[in-house]
């Protein structure tokens, strides 16, 4: 059974002018996203600036939020590290502190071989008992996790289930689920691929998009389950400018960006992220009214 079916908020971390942690705000988000539809909340992922966190602060970052949920939704632990002493770790904190799964992405920087993931995506498996979500992004990472090292890790350990699938690759994609079958779940970690991949047997999303549009998000892949798949490719197709402008400078900005231009005051970013060019915040300004947020 899928850790979660629909549209997960992959959520930011909003911080004060002093740019610590704000968990009063963090609790109203969670409050917004469950009220607004969000099939699960994912805590301390790449948009949750969890590359500028300490470790004190995602491990109470990923406490908080657990509590603060409690239960309504799953709540999806990101505990990835290019460290697999640290990846552990993090998983059985998060494990013991209650979460419902982990986002483990692959190890940045030092590039594992296929050979290296799958010993390093093992060591986490074996230290906890809790569903993992390998996270493939190799356009953040400099490391792709190919069809068959995805398809070993479903069939060869007890609790590595699931796929966040952001590699754009389509072909890729499929042939992952051609392999691993039922033993794999794909989410997208592409707003622009939502409903490509619920075609090839998909979940969900794990979503930068819901942080903006959580209802709308849920929609997308809700009319997919529903059997409209012509309703599903409209509300993508509607969505896809927003989505073009949210990425249109590196993800966390844009979407901090247009939260606060929505008065949810989630703060500033951590450098290095940088605050967005003018021109970007107009154009996110503009696909934000027409999308009919702003």
Same mark, same amino acid.
């Given at each position: 059974?899928?850790?979660?079916?629909?549209?997960?908020?992959?959520?930011?971390?909003?911080?004060?002018?002093?740019?610590?942690?704000?968990?009063?705000?963090?609790?109203?988000?969670?409050?917004?996203?469950?009220?607004?539809?969000?099939?699960?909340?994912?805590?301390?992922?790449?948009?949750?600036?969890?590359?500028?966190?300490?470790?004190?602060?995602?491990?109470?970052?990923?406490?908080?939020?657990?509590?603060?949920?409690?239960?309504?939704?799953?709540?999806?632990?990101?505990?990835?590290?290019?460290?697999?002493?640290? =990846?552990?770790?993090?998983?059985? #904190? $998060?494990? /013991?502190?209650?979460?419902?799964?982990?986002?483990? %992405?692959? &190890?940045?920087?030092?590039?594992?071989?296929?050979?290296?993931?799958?010993?390093?995506?093992?060591?986490?498996?074996?230290?906890?008992?809790?569903?993992?979500?390998?996270?493939?992004?190799?356009?953040?990472?400099?490391?792709?996790?190919?069809?068959?090292?995805?398809?070993?890790?479903?069939?060869?350990?007890?609790?590595?289930?699931?796929?966040?699938?952001?590699?754009?690759?389509?072909?890729?994609?499929?042939?992952?689920?051609?392999?691993?079958?039922?033993?794999?779940?794909?989410?997208?970690?592409?707003?622009?691929?939502?409903?490509?991949?619920?075609?090839?047997?998909?979940?969900?999303?794990?979503?930068?998009?819901?942080?903006?549009?959580?209802?709308?998000?849920?929609?997308?892949?809700?009319?997919?389950?529903?059997?409209?798949?012509?309703? =599903?490719?409209?509300?993508?197709? #509607? $969505?896809? /400018?927003?989505?073009?402008?949210?990425?249109?400078? %590196?993800? &966390?900005?844009?979407?901090?960006?247009?939260?606060?231009?929505?008065?949810?005051?989630?703060?500033?970013?951590?450098?290095?992220?940088?605050?967005?060019?003018?021109?970007?915040?107009?154009?996110?300004?503009?696909?934000?009214?027409?999308?009919?947020?702003?």
């Amino acid at each position: 059974m899928a850790i979660f079916k629909g549209a997960g908020v992959a959520i930011v971390t909003p911080m004060n002018a002093d740019e610590s942690v704000n968990y009063e705000k963090l609790n109203e988000l969670i409050d917004e996203q469950i009220e607004g539809g969000t099939d699960a909340i994912i805590i301390c992922g790449t948009t949750g600036e969890s590359a500028t966190l300490t470790v004190e602060e995602h491990l109470k970052t990923i406490k908080a939020c657990i509590d603060h949920v409690n239960h309504r939704v799953p709540v999806i632990a990101g505990t990835g590290s290019n460290c697999t002493r640290d =990846a552990v770790a993090m998983s059985k #904190e $998060a494990q /013991d502190y209650g979460a419902d799964a982990l986002l483990c %992405v692959t &190890p940045y920087y030092n590039k594992a071989t296929q050979k290296g993931l799958i010993e390093h995506y093992t060591a986490i498996s074996d230290a906890v008992d809790i569903p993992i979500i390998v996270y493939n992004v190799p356009s953040r990472t400099g490391c792709n996790v190919t069809p068959e090292t995805i398809a070993y890790l479903c069939t060869h350990t007890k609790n590595i289930c699931a796929i966040k699938e952001a590699s754009g690759n389509i072909s890729q994609i499929a042939r992952m689920k051609a392999l691993a079958g039922d033993a794999l779940d794909i989410y997208s970690g592409n707003d622009d691929q939502i409903v490509p991949i619920l075609s090839l047997g998909g979940v969900g999303v794990i979503s930068v998009l819901s942080n903006v549009a959580p209802r709308q998000t849920h929609e997308i892949c809700q009319a997919w389950f529903d059997g409209d798949p012509q309703k =599903a490719a409209r509300l993508q197709l #509607e $969505a896809l /400018d927003l989505v073009d402008a949210l990425f249109c400078e %590196v993800n &966390p900005i844009p979407v901090k960006t247009a939260m606060n231009l929505l008065g949810k005051e989630v703060g500033p970013l951590r450098m290095p992220m940088s605050e967005m060019e003018p021109k970007n915040v107009e154009r996110l300004k503009k696909s934000m009214e027409a999308y009919g947020i702003l």
